[in-house]
């Protein structure tokens, strides 16, 4: 079965604190995509990755396919990062995307 | 990046009345469109997969009559619901991908803004 789960579904920290969210999923896949969703706002889309590591801003998203699992981190969180970040997969010889829970973030600051 | 846009941003409909929402790809043709719907403090569910000049494919329980789509061209698809009922109201959200022709190329998707409907 195709599954995407991703961890904490919440997370509270203080501003400045370094953030990570993690997401595994179970079966080879196509991309893996980081969004970003403020409350009673549309999606953005952070990053798409198959592979490797990418970087924008204070934000990084890293995979690592042999252990089917993908990381975002923010470094030097602020208030404004306070959103939900959903982890999406488009499996192997699929045009859809599988979403995981979300985790819903809080920076206090 | 890409931009997606859709209107309107806000609908509120009487019930009975149908309610169009348009998805526009901006800068970017798009063959492959996808209509979800987001309940409060749900993640995206989604209702139908577009691909330009042929029907949409709908998921499991979502009611094709009830929620016609439409991609005519590479940068349009439209989200027609039907005879509104409160239990429509929802965020509508759309993405827009590109995937090469002839194979997948794993095509990034973006997002529109959604649309929030509310039928009374």
């Known amino acids: 079965k195709n599954e995407v789960e991703q961890s904490p579904q919440n997370l509270t920290a203080q501003e400045g604190e370094f953030i990570t969210i993690n997401c595994s999923y179970s079966v080879g896949i196509s991309a893996l995509h980081w969004l970003q969703q403020h409350p009673g706002g549309g999606i953005v889309s952070l990053f798409m990755?198959?592979?490797g590591k990418k970087k924008h801003g204070r934000l990084i998203a890293t995979i690592n396919i042999q252990e089917k699992h993908s990381s975002l981190h923010i470094t030097a969180s602020h208030p404004r990062d306070s959103a939900v970040y959903i982890c999406a997969v488009r499996f192997t010889g699929a045009q859809k995307l599988v979403f995981g829970q979300g985790t819903r973030l809080t920076i206090n600051p | 990046g890409a931009v997606v846009s859709q209107h309107p941003s806000r609908v509120i409909c009487k019930s009975g009345t149908s309610v169009k929402i348009e998805c526009r790809s901006l800068?970017?043709?798009?063959?492959?469109m996808f209509w979800y719907r987001q309940f409060p403090k749900k993640s995206l569910m989604l209702m139908a997969t577009s691909n330009e000049g042929s029907k949409a494919t709908y998921e499991q329980g979502v009611e094709k009559d009830k929620f016609l789509i439409n991609h005519a061209s590479l940068t349009l698809s439209t989200l027609t619901v039907t005879s509104a009922h409160p239990e429509d109201s929802s965020f509508y959200i759309c993405s827009a991908t590109s995937f090469a022709s002839g194979r997948r190329s794993g095509g990034e998707q973006y997002f529109g803004p959604g649309t929030r409907l509310t039928v009374t």
């Open positions: 990755l198959s592979s």
């Open positions: 800068d970017f043709q798009a063959t492959t």
